[in-house]
């Protein structure tokens, strides 16, 4: 995907902190989080998927709203986060390829839900890019490797670890640029659900539901995002590569909750998914691809997904 430099105003730093417990949201998720260092990586060094069999069966990470196993995206009670970094953009964003390629993602996501908010006369505000290294300090928590990309709705924040790109393409062989951009664009889709309200709402409904309806809420508000990260692909179309959609669909094969629990334990637990089947993922990450550009269509909530 044929992508310009970043925008030299977008909202970039690292998120650095560490060293303490581990904060995070609330429920199951936050007991979880502190078996992780114990368990292993799940997408770090280890890449011990077994942990995501359990971050579904415990409810997922709380209020993150995670790439693959995290929860609704809702708020929290605000925890203090990383103070911020005194490095400028250029010195973030330019630390490495795979830094670079980030804020290029970004910065073009930002400019294109900034119009479609305009489009609607709507007020726009952006979400802030903080990339740690192994791990940081959040707004929800603490930031670890093993978490993958998540954003936080308490800061605003997309929380990322670029190692996560190099599991992506080794370990799931879902590897290319366009896959990374989909994992940009689907955590910038939970920021749009967070400025519309809807994240706090499926978060109310979820405290009024049972566990597996509570699942099944957050399995809409994930194939939402993913749709999110279609519409934001639609109205790039002329920058899409050959091959590009076809990365985009091996990267959302691979994040199946089914995919992912058959790999780990040889059978799926429907009730326990949080983000959706591989061909739920591919279907709403195709119908925004097809959407031309509305988001209108990405309207998980409302019959069969």
Request: glycine content about 16%.
């Amino acid at each position: 995907m044929r992508l310009d430099d970043y925008d030299n105003d977008i909202n970039v730093g690292e998120a650095r902190g560490g060293g303490g417990g581990l904060g995070g949201g609330g429920g199951g998720g936050g007991l979880l989080l502190g078996l992780l260092p114990m368990i292993g990586s799940r997408f770090g060094c280890g890449g011990v998927v077994v942990v995501l069999i359990l971050l579904a069966v415990f409810g997922g990470l709380g209020n993150l709203g995670g790439m693959l196993g995290g929860g609704t995206g809702g708020s929290s009670v605000p925890q203090v986060g990383s103070p911020p970094s005194r490095e400028t953009i250029q010195q973030v964003c330019d630390a490495s390829p795979a830094r670079r390629d980030t804020c290029r993602a970004f910065s073009n996501a930002q400019n294109t839900w900034e119009k479609i908010f305009a489009s609607e006369s709507q007020s726009f505000s952006p979400p802030k890019l903080q990339f740690f290294t192994g791990s940081g300090e959040s707004g929800c928590g603490s930031a670890m490797s093993a978490m993958g990309p998540f954003y936080c709705p308490t800061d605003r924040g997309i929380y990322l670890d670029t190692s996560f790109f190099d599991e992506l393409s080794s370990k799931y062989k879902a590897g290319g640029d366009f896959a990374q951009y989909y994992v940009i664009a689907h955590e910038f889709g939970h920021h749009i659900q967070n400025l519309l309200g809807t994240s706090s709402q499926v978060q109310q409904a979820q405290r009024r539901a049972g566990e597996a309806e509570g699942n099944a809420l957050s399995v809409r508000l994930e194939l939402q995002a993913d749709c999110y990260a279609g519409v934001w692909a639609s109205l790039n179309r002329d920058r899409l590569d050959p091959g590009d959609v076809e990365e985009g669909m091996r990267a959302a094969q691979a994040i199946g909750d089914d995919t992912l629990q058959r790999q780990a334990q040889g059978r799926v637990v429907p009730d326990s998914f949080t983000h959706g089947t591989s061909a739920q993922r591919q279907e709403w990450l195709r119908k925004g691809m097809e959407s031309n550009g509305n988001p209108a269509a990405c309207d998980t909530f409302s019959g069969q997904i």
